[in-house]
């Protein structure tokens, strides 16, 4: 999460005063996207459920009981791989600073 925040800070430090308050609301909205697309999407993916299709949402694995063996928590683990999520995303947004405006970017 810290990452994420030090990504906006050094890309709001990179460009032009007018284009600040831009480049703030992209970081927020991409994290905002990170976290809704990985729990639809990319959660399902990663972890199958008993071999069923990976690509319609269950949300099985997140709300169900804690994977044996475990030594961590489901949710502490979706959380974890959304800030790699958002991370990779950020690393675009740095690469696009600027050049691209707020709504082409988030479509």
Not at 56 to 75: R, W
Request: a negative charge; aromatic letters at 14%.
């Amino acid at each position: 999460m810290w990452m994420a925040a030090g990504f906006a800070m050094l890309e709001a430090g990179l460009v032009r005063s007018k284009n600040t308050t831009e480049i703030l609301t992209k970081n927020f909205c991409l994290y905002a996207i990170a976290c809704t697309t990985y729990l639809v999407i990319g959660y399902n993916i990663m972890y199958v459920d008993n071999g069923e299709g990976g690509w319609l949402p269950s949300f099985g694995g997140l709300i169900g009981t804690q994977g044996e063996g475990a030594d961590h928590s489901l949710e502490s683990d979706f959380f974890f791989q959304v800030v790699f999520v958002a991370t990779a995303m950020s690393v675009v947004s740095g690469a696009v600073a600027e050049r691209m405006k707020l709504w082409s970017f988030l479509l």
